[in-house]
């Protein structure tokens, strides 16, 4: 699915190169890079990408390494990333949904936002009875291979699907866009998504898009690991998590005009509902809200 490019408006450059180098360094999570490797991986002249390296370590953006040959992705883009959380306000209306439905179920849920062919997990309660060693908020994940992303890819028509060959998480991972297209149609009957390891082994996921926009860009999901999954708890897991799906779409104020998602627009209007829940003084619908929201 790829990204939309502005009308009538060039593309800067070194902008682009800018923000090439940053998704790169990103990707490779705790992995640094040579510049000889950068250089050949984003063909670009090694002079010119060593300035920008250089003029991004300076501010923060870059890290490197003692003897300066190693690069990395710096402090600042966390901060960025922290920033964009903290100022979104549909991560500040779904939370306390997120905690009720993890704090009843005992298990992991989610809150993820789809961001091209990935999705990107803006935030996450952990089950009781299982601890990461390392927390999925910031992190991303192909869509075909969660809970999450099925439920927003079955939102929309199978052209827009990610293109074969699907890259595989697990031995479990869906093969194909043929069989991922005969899983969404099952999902979009069912009303929600269903992973079995596809994305971890051990682990089956529950995944919910959240329609307060059109197409959803955002879902929840409760994860729970496949010893522990018998028919009675997927009963309940389903129903505590339709219930908050259904309070979360019911708090939600609508997004009218445009053709996608306006954070400006929904800052605005959801920002009366955010210091009403602060103060105590939730109105909800729908699916009512959280106890002691």
Do not use: N
């Not at 190169?17 to 984003?42: C, I, K």
């Not at 490197?64 to 690069?71: F, I, P, R």
């Not at 999925?136 to 099925?150: N, Q």
């Not at 069989?179 to 079995?196: D, H, K, T, W």
């Amino acid at each position: 699915m790829p990204e939309p490019e502005p009308r009538g408006v060039r593309e800067v450059k070194s902008a682009a190169r800018t923000v090439d180098l940053l998704e790169l360094l990103a990707a490779r999570d705790s992995r640094p890079v040579r510049l000889r490797d950068l250089a050949e991986e984003m063909d670009v002249p090694r002079s010119s990408l060593y300035a920008l390296l250089q003029t991004l370590v300076t501010r923060g953006w870059v890290r490197t390494d003692a003897t300066g040959s190693l690069y990395g992705i710096g402090i600042r883009a966390l901060l960025a990333g922290t920033s964009y959380i903290d100022s979104d306000p549909r991560v500040e209306l779904v939370r306390p949904f997120v905690d009720e439905a993890a704090e009843t179920l005992g298990e992991t849920v989610h809150f993820a936002r789809l961001d091209g062919e990935d999705v990107v997990y803006l935030a996450t309660r952990e089950s009781r009875q299982y601890l990461r060693t390392w927390s999925r908020v910031g992190r991303r994940m192909p869509s075909h291979v969660t809970a999450l992303g099925k439920a927003l890819l079955a939102e929309r028509d199978d052209d827009a699907l990610p293109a074969d060959p699907l890259r595989p998480m697990t031995p479990h991972t869906v093969p194909d866009s043929a069989a991922l297209a005969a899983q969404l149609a099952e999902v979009r009957s069912r009303g929600y998504a269903i992973e079995r390891e596809e994305g971890v082994v051990g682990i089956a996921g529950f995944g919910f898009a959240l329609r307060y926009e059109t197409p959803a860009v955002d879902a929840i999901s409760c994860s729970v690991p496949v010893a522990r999954l018998t028919p009675r708890h997927q009963r309940e897991i389903i129903e505590v998590m339709l219930a908050a799906r259904a309070g979360i779409e019911g708090a939600a104020p609508p997004v009218t005009g445009g053709s996608g998602p306006d954070w400006i627009q929904r800052s605005r209007a959801e920002a009366g509902w955010v210091e009403e829940r602060v103060e105590g003084r939730v109105r909800h619908g729908g699916g009512g809200s959280p106890r002691g929201a």
